[in-house]
């Protein structure tokens, strides 16, 4: 089926980024007369590494910069007369916004509104036409709160934010809605679940298990192991997001999904078998690294997505079994492991001191 939208001229923020990196990759791939900006500020979560593949693509750019600087964003608006822009730069990691909330606030919040402000003065007024422009705001499940053992996240679930995280990801939600509703803004919103694959920096669970089994390390399992949480293989992720874009209606919020629901416990037996067989190791062998550590604070218990609207309004559905992507996914890990030891270098061998000591 053709798009229902066309874009040109696309502002990606966050692409060296985990989900923001296979985003332009797929965005080159699937438009060929697409021209992609990315604006990051490569903090410790951004690495050129993730898009070496594409640098010399003349289709693409990279400006390195903070998505609060309104005079560089006002700028780029002039330059390249963006008619969409795909926003996902963000403080992402839950556990660092409990120790340092302002960060989060900051680039979230004042982040997201200064670029709705500079699409707003771009887009809109003196008889201009916003109808085939796009403001994309790539969120979270996690606004919706914590489910108990039953029910799924819909786009009409009230907003229930329970960490600085989420409560930053909710209010730029807010904001971007205002922004449509206040002054007829064209946005569209996804709020999707846990994404696991490739380049997703090794402090998050999946990565972050893979990279401690490999090296024969604890396995820090928060509390007793067994919230939930619904993973989504990020190539998926990447294609709903292209899908939304191109044919999602202006105003209106998908919810993204897996249907694929894990215990944290179980999935970390299932990545210790996986990374144990690759490298051949007798089974079980990693089992003993499993170390139940203090739980996260307010850690949410179980997230899930109803991701039918997606499905029924534009055809999109996860493409492959987690069994597979998992597999990969450690593959992917164990093959690069010159990636996985540069982006952990540094600074962040530092936070991951002060974090966890050394377990
Ligand atoms: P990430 O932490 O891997 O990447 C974030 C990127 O944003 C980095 O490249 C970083 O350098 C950049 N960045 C941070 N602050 C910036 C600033 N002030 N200006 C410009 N760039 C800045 O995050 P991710 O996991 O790829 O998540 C991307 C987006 O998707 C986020 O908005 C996140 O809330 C959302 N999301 C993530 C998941 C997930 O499972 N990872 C799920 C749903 C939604
Ligand atoms: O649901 C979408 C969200 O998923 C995104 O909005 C966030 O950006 C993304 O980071 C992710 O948040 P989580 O907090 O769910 O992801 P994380 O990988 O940090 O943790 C997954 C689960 O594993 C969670 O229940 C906490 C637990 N955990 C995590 C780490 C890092 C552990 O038990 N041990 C760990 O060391």
């Known amino acids: ?30 438009h ?30 990279f400006v390195k910069g903070d998505i609060g600087d309104a005079a560089l964003i006002a700028q780029l608006f002039v330059q390249h007369d963006f ?3 795909v926003h996902l730069a963000a403080e992402s ?11 989060f606030l900051e680039t979230n919040i004042i982040g997201t509104a200064t670029l709705l402000h500079a699409a707003k003065n771009a887009w809109l007024g003196d008889g201009k036409d916003a109808s085939n422009r796009c403001f994309y705001h790539v969120s979270t499940d996690e606004v919706y709160g914590s489910l108990g053992a039953e029910g799924l996240f819909s786009e009409t679930t009230s907003y229930d934010p329970r960490s600085p995280y989420s409560s930053s990801k909710a209010s730029s939600d807010h904001l971007v809605r205002a922004w449509h509703h206040t002054y007829g803004l064209p946005i569209v919103i996804s709020n999707c679940s846990n994404n696991y694959g490739a380049h997703q920096f090794p402090e998050k669970l999946i990565p972050l298990m893979i990279r401690n089994i490999r090296d024969q390390r604890p396995l820090p ?22 899908t ?14 897996g249907l694929n629901e894990w215990r944290n416990i179980d999935l970390v037996h299932a990545l210790i078998r996986e990374v144990d067989a690759a490298m051949g190791r007798p089974e079980g062998t990693s089992l003993e690294l499993i170390t139940y550590v ?6 949410d218990m179980r ?29 992917w890990y164990l093959d690069n492991a010159e990636w996985m030891d540069s982006v952990t270098s540094g600074n962040y061998q530092q936070y991951y001191e002060t974090m966890y000591g050394n377990r």
Do not use: C
């Open 244 to 257: 939304i874009l191109h044919n999602g209606a202006s105003g209106r919020t998908y919810n993204i999904g």
């Open 294 to 299: 203090t739980d996260r604070a307010g850690h």
């Open 93 to 103: 990691h839950v556990d660092r916004s409990i120790e340092n909330p302002m960060a």
């Open 221 to 242: 399992v928060y509390g007793e192991g067994l919230n939930i949480r619904d993973w989504l293989w990020v190539e998926d992720h990447a294609s709903a997001i292209d």
């Open 32 to 61: 060929a007369d697409m021209h992609v900006v990315n604006l990051d500020l490569l903090t410790y979560a951004g690495n050129l590494e993730n898009l070496r593949d594409i640098e010399s693509n003349e289709r693409y750019a």
């Open 83 to 85: 008619d969409a822009v």
């Open 1 to 30: 089926a053709s798009d229902m939208n066309q874009f040109k001229n696309i502002l990606v923020t966050g692409g060296a980024g985990f989900i923001g990196s296979h985003v332009i990759r797929r965005l080159l791939k699937e």
């Open 303 to 331: 997230y899930a997505i109803d991701a039918s609207r997606i499905e029924s309004e534009l055809g999109w559905k996860p493409s492959i079994q987690f069994e597979d992507g998992l597999k990969e996914t450690v593959r």
